[in-house]
C-alpha cells in the first residue's frame, strides 16, 4: 500500500535548491495547485496566469520566481525556475505512490529467447518482446506494449502503455500487378533516459535504423516513420507525425497535432507551434508556426483571400 510521506520545507528547499522565506520546520504531505491545495499542500506559481489564486490559496507554502514580492502569510520557497522546481518536488513525492520494491517481469509477458535483458528492469503484463532486442538496465515497459523486432532500449528509458515499437516501416514498389513490399531490414535504437507515452509508434529502419536519441521524451499517440532521427534532449506533445528519413537536431521541440514530411533536416534548437506542417527543412534555429488562431468564418475566409493572394 501506498504511504504518506512527510517533509519540512527545509528538507524540500534542500532537495530543490530554493530560500526558504518562512517556517523553515514547517511540514507538508502533498502537491497541489493553488486552487485546490490544503494547509498540508505545497504549490507553485510557475505562470502569471494563477498570480490571482496566490490570495486566496490554503497552501502551507508555495514555491515562487526570485521576483516575487514575498509577504508573510504564507511561507515561500524562492526559486530561480518555480516551474523546474515543481518537476524535481514530484520526484521526491514519487516515493509516497504504490510502487514495487523490485524490478519484476509479469508472468504473462512473452520475452523471444533471441532477446536481452537487462538488470532490474520492469515489464508489466501482456507485453510482447520479439526477436533481437536488447533492452538496458532499470527500463520500465507498461503492459500492453510491443518490441516486434530489432528494438533496443537504453537504461533508465520507460515506454507506457499500449506502445507499438520496432514495426515494419510503410514502404512498398509499385509495379504492374500492384505494391510489391519493401522489407525492413534496419533497427529501432532508442537512446538512454528516453520517455516513450502511451499508444506510440515507431518503425524500424528501412536499411539504416530509426533512431531516437538519449533524453528524449515523447508524449501519447506519436508516429515516428522509419528512418527517422531524433537528436537528444527532444520533446513532442501528442497527435504528432514524423514522416521517414527526416534528421531532426537536438532539443527540438514540436507542439501537439503538428507534422513533419519526410526527407528533410532540421537543425537544432528548433521549435515547432502547435498545429503546424514543416514541408521543406529548416537551416536556422528559432520558433516556427503556420495556424492562424480561431476566428469568426467571414473573418477567417477575408485571411484566407488574402493569404492566397500573397502565395
Not at 515562487?64 to 518555480?82: A, I, K, Q
Request: with cysteine; glycine share 8%.
Amino acid at each position: 500500500m501506498s504511504r504518506e510521506i512527510e517533509y519540512t520545507l527545509a528538507e524540500i528547499s534542500e532537495f530543490i535548491g530554493s530560500k526558504i522565506v518562512g517556517n523553515s520546520t514547517a511540514v507538508v504531505n502533498n502537491i497541489a495547485t493553488l486552487e485546490n491545495a490544503t494547509k498540508e499542500s505545497i504549490s507553485f506559481l510557475a505562470n502569471k496566469k494563477y498570480h490571482k489564486f496566490i490570495k486566496t490559496t490554503l497552501a502551507n507554502a508555495v514555491i515562487v520566481s526570485t521576483s516575487f514580492d514575498t509577504d508573510d502569510r504564507l511561507n515561500y520557497l524562492v526559486s530561480e525556475d518555480p516551474y523546474l522546481a515543481y518537476a524535481k518536488l514530484t520526484n521526491l513525492f514519487k516515493k509516497s505512490i504504490n510502487e514495487p520494491d523490485k524490478a519484476i517481469i509479469h508472468p504473462s509477458a512473452v520475452i523471444s529467447n533471441e532477446s536481452k535483458i537487462g538488470k532490474d528492469v520492469s515489464i508489466d503484463a501482456n507485453v510482447v518482446i520479439g526477436p533481437n532486442c536488447i533492452i538496458g538496465n532499470n527500463v520500465i515497459i507498461r503492459s500492453n506494449c510491443s518490441l516486434v523486432q530489432g528494438v533496443e532500449i537504453g537504461d533508465f528509458s520507460v515506454i507506457h502503455n499500449g506502445s507499438v515499437l520496432g514495426s515494419d516501416g510503410f514502404g512498398y514498389a509499385p509495379s504492374k500487378d500492384g505494391y510489391v513490399k519493401i522489407e525492413q531490414l534496419g533497427k529501432l535504437i532508442i537512446g538512454k533516459n528516453v520517455e516513450i507515452g502511451a499508444s506510440c509508434t515507431i518503425d524500424r529502419g528501412a536499411l539504416d535504423n530509426t533512431e531516437i536519441h538519449d533524453g528524449v521524451k515523447l508524449d501519447n499517440q506519436i508516429q515516428i516513420a522509419h528512418n527517422v532521427v531524433l537528436g537528444e534532449n527532444s520533446a513532442i506533445a501528442a497527435s504528432c507525425a514524423i514522416a521517414g528519413s527526416t534528421v531532426i537536431g537536438k532539443n527540438f521541440q514540436m507542439g501537439g497535432l503538428s507534422g513533419v514530411l519526410g526527407h528533410l533536416s532540421i537543425c537544432d534548437n528548433v521549435t515547432i507551434g502547435a498545429h503546424t506542417l514543416i514541408t521543406k527543412s529548416i537551416n536556422e534555429s528559432g520558433n516556427y508556426i503556420g495556424i492562424m488562431p480561431a476566428q469568426k468564418q467571414k473573418d477567417w475566409a477575408k485571411s484566407a483571400v488574402f493569404i492566397k493572394k500573397r502565395v
